[in-house]
């Protein structure tokens, strides 16, 4: 039984998305933020595709691919450090489109809530983009969300 137990707990320890693609894995990151307060709406779903046409420059054919494959993860998934983790390997201008991308995610069903803001924070810190760059994506966000 103890033989169990062990192999059990050595297979929890193994990465479970060794070598994910960084933009997969920003995928996974918008989908985790859209829910947050608990709703997956559509139109959440539509503004993830667009900031990873947009935002992420991704080509058309993929977008549809990488956002199945981030909401599947998401999905299964048990926090966003598995996420930031390959996310990181991104340059910090990428990095800071995703936070900004996360803020869009945030706003798209009408406001951010406080619980959205603070996985956004989080994130961001995992990430290592620091509050100023943080708020500046924000304000962008903000300007490119209608009121």
Do not use: W
């Not at 990488?66 to 910090?92: M, N, S, Y």
């Not at 990430?127 to 304000?139: E, F, G, K, N, T």
Request: proline fraction near 3%; include cysteine; aromatic fraction near 6%.
């Amino acid at each position: 039984m103890l033989d169990s137990l062990k192999r059990f707990f050595s297979r929890r320890s193994e990465p479970v998305n060794r070598g994910l693609d960084p933009q997969v894995a920003a995928a996974a990151l918008l989908v985790e933020a859209a829910l947050v307060d608990g709703v997956y709406a559509n139109l959440e779903s539509d503004q993830i595709a667009e900031i990873l046409l947009d935002s992420l420059g991704l080509d058309a054919d993929r977008v549809d691919d990488v956002l199945a494959q981030g909401e599947e993860l998401a999905e299964d998934a048990t926090g966003a450090h598995e996420f930031t983790q390959h996310v990181k390997k991104l340059p910090i201008l990428e990095r800071v489109r995703v936070i900004e991308g996360l803020y869009l995610v945030s706003f798209a069903d009408g406001a951010a809530c406080k619980f959205e803001e603070a996985f956004i924070r989080h994130v961001a810190s995992l990430l290592h983009v620091d509050d100023i760059r943080r708020a500046q994506a924000r304000r962008r966000a903000e300007s490119r969300h209608p009121q």
